[in-house]
């Protein structure tokens, strides 16, 4: 699979849709939709709702974050909004400020931020 790069120092505005994985170094304002897995690193911002299979956040993440397999936050991650996730891994230290589910199958309706929505799996 595909690995893409959104290099520190860089800015993008809008929504990407993707097969591959991502790696966020820099700054992302908008959401995020791929089958692969989402990398943050350590100079990573997303402001943004991110939709993947698996995700590692280091950097910081605002936004809804739907994760069908595994999230893992390390000790130096900043995450803040709706967390909906298959399960979840959390080193000491990180900052989590999200409300969280945690389902087997994300395939159903959730409630985000008060209103219900049908969230569909986007993952094959």
Do not use: H, Q, W, Y
């Not at 605002?62 to 991650?77: D, F």
């Not at 909004?81 to 999200?98: Q, R, T």
């Amino acid at each position: 699979m595909e690995r893409n790069v959104i290099a520190k120092n860089t800015v993008i505005v809008g929504e990407i849709k993707s097969d591959g994985d991502f790696r966020i170094d820099g700054t992302l304002e908008g959401n995020l939709t791929t089958k692969g897995k989402i990398i943050i690193g350590a100079t990573g911002i997303v402001k943004g709702d991110l939709t993947a299979t698996t995700a590692n956040i280091e950097g910081t993440s605002s936004g809804n974050l739907i994760i069908e397999k595994t999230l893992t936050v390390k000790a130096i991650a900043k995450i803040s909004g709706n967390v909906i996730v298959g399960k979840l891994s959390i080193e000491p230290g990180a900052d989590f400020n999200a409300s969280c589910v945690m389902k087997g199958d994300i395939n159903k309706t959730e409630s985000i931020d008060g209103k219900e929505s049908k969230i569909k799996k986007t993952f094959k």
